[in-house]
């Protein structure tokens, strides 16, 4: 069973090409004498909390031998978001997308041309721009924002209910520590690549910040965790989008290779049922 955010449940490409539906074909490849079935709980904008309560919910149900858990760094900021907080963001409660009210507040648009304006004058100043969410670099700064604390507390929290359901059903719990683009990407491979700034400056960035803070978390956990920059930086080309922090086709290949991989190799998932 699988948990995760908009990295797991397919976003940008067919659903047959994400990561846990070729995971479970790689599986049934290699292991033939074992029945493989991979359950996608994940949905696109989901965090911590929301893996709990889907956790609490359908593993009961379902009794998986293994639970997965996709995790992306802005899962710290997302375990301080509320369920109201988070319906209001996905539009619950707003008018029909194809209302007149809807159309005329014209928010998509202003939101564009905002971001453009933003990144024309930074061009025009000479000023550094980290590039926005879409970068992954804000994740990766040294400063240390209040916020911090509270999130890594929040993620060991959701992280320990997730494990106590799987450790009642005897089921191994798994993170697999998803990088943010630029830990696997250079400026010449995606778009919305910081500029002014010098990411190997130790001053300023910290590159190993969220894999290490999701590492100890996991590790008083007793959760075992891999980090997905190991199958990523290999890749020939860049695994994600150039205008989008989504991984490609080829992206998702690669970690659900990594993953059958990894579960055969240290001995998750066994040869015989």
């Known amino acids: 069973m699988t948990f995760g955010d908009a990295f797991t449940s397919a976003e940008g490409v067919d659903t047959d090409q994400a990561w846990p539906r070729l995971l479970e074909s790689v599986l049934m490849t290699r292991l033939p004498n074992r029945k493989i079935e991979v359950m996608d709980f994940a949905i696109t904008g989901y965090g911590p909390n929301q893996y709990a309560e889907v956790a609490q919910t359908y593993m009961p149900k379902y009794h998986p031998d293994i639970v997965i858990v996709g995790f992306y760094m802005n899962d710290y900021l997302d375990v301080l978001q509320r369920n109201d907080d988070f319906r209001a963001q996905i539009g619950f409660g707003k008018p029909s997308a194809t209302s007149w009210y809807a159309t005329l507040r014209l928010s998509h648009t202003r939101h564009f041309l905002h971001k453009r304006f933003d990144e ?54 798994i993170v697999f520590m998803i990088p943010v683009p630029v830990q696997v990407c250079g400026p010449e491979d995606i778009a919305y690549y910081p500029t002014g700034y010098d990411l190997s400056d130790e001053s300023m960035f910290d590159l190993d910040k969220p894999q290490r803070w999701t590492q100890e978390i996991a590790s008083e956990l007793d959760i075992e965790t891999y980090d997905l920059r190991t199958p990523l930086q290999s890749a020939p080309e ?34 015989e049922e």
């Not at 670099?137 to 992280?159: I, M, N, P, T």
Request: with cysteine.
């Open 120 to 173: 024309i004058m930074n061009l025009i100043r000479e000023k550094p721009d980290l590039g926005g969410y879409y970068s992954g670099a804000e994740f990766l700064l040294r400063e240390q924002k209040k916020s911090d604390a509270a999130g890594q507390s929040g993620v060991s929290e959701r992280f320990a209910q997730i494990k106590a359901i799987a450790d009642a059903m005897g089921a191994r719990m």
């Open 238 to 271: 860049c695994p994600y989008y150039r205008n989008n922090l989504h991984w490609t086709v080829g992206g998702h290949e690669l970690v659900a290779d990594f993953m059958a991989e990894t579960l055969i190799k240290d001995k998750i998932l066994s040869m």
